[in-house]
């Protein structure tokens, strides 16, 4: 595998339902990102990891709660989620520079969910 | 509110035609890029502009930075059928370490 992948591609859950979304990242990165892309919305950033810690958390509803274990994996857990949250989500890694700064980030293929 | 606007939003253009797209943005930076997203994938990067009055080229595509206008450009020369797309300019405030994407330009370009 290289770049970033994502699993499932696709997920179809009810609102009671519990589900992750998997993101690896072989690139060798320090940094993990996972955005949330809706129709006609510019990418909404909901968390950012920096070295497995968490950076950024932009007000994003409790019933996202994302992990990561190491700089290589992310996950974001649902649970108990709208049918609002029905959109794509996209995983991104990129290599922060000395002084935070960010270099060019790298996307996955995304999971397609729906919320029922 | 930091914003990142694109225009147009849309733009259908025929093949062989030359067009810009627009990448206003409200804060202070000196990272901006590009990237290109086909329906149903994800986004693939297509430029890094990392200084004022960078400027970068690709077969058919050309960025621009002007860091003091916070403006940057995607120039397309002699449009073909394989550049449609919707193309996603972000941006990287000085203070900071998020990025903040534009809505997109999505295009078409038609025979």
């Keep these: ?116 | 509110e930091l914003k990142v606007e694109q225009n147009p939003l849309f733009l259908s253009m025929q093949e062989g035609k030359n067009y810009t797209i627009y990448c206003n943005y409200s804060t202070t930076s000196d990272r901006l890029y590009w990237y290109r997203q086909d329906p149903g994938k994800s986004l693939e990067s297509l430029f890094v502009l990392l200084s004022n009055g960078a400027v970068k080229q690709e077969g058919r595509l050309m960025a621009s930075l002007d860091t003091k206008a916070r403006l940057s450009t995607l120039h397309i020369t002699a449009a073909v059928h394989d550049l449609s797309a919707t193309y996603f300019c972000a941006v990287v405030p000085l203070t900071g370490n998020q990025f903040y994407f534009g809505t997109g330009t999505s295009l078409t370009v038609i025979p």
């Design chain 1, 1 to 116: 595998e290289t770049g970033v992948t994502q699993t499932p591609r696709h997920l179809v859950m009810g609102m009671t339902n519990k589900k992750s979304l998997k993101c690896e990242q072989h690139l060798g990165h320090n940094a993990m990102y996972w955005y949330k892309q809706s129709a006609k919305k510019p990418l909404e950033l909901m968390f950012v990891y920096n070295f497995k810690e968490q950076t950024e958390n932009n007000s994003v509803p409790s019933r996202f709660s994302p992990e990561c274990p190491n700089s290589s994996h992310l996950f974001l857990h649902l649970h108990t989620l709208q049918p609002e949250d029905s959109a794509l989500y996209l995983c991104a890694s990129s290599q922060e520079g000395p002084l935070g700064s960010p270099n060019e980030q790298f996307f996955g293929p995304g999971t397609r969910l729906t919320v029922l």
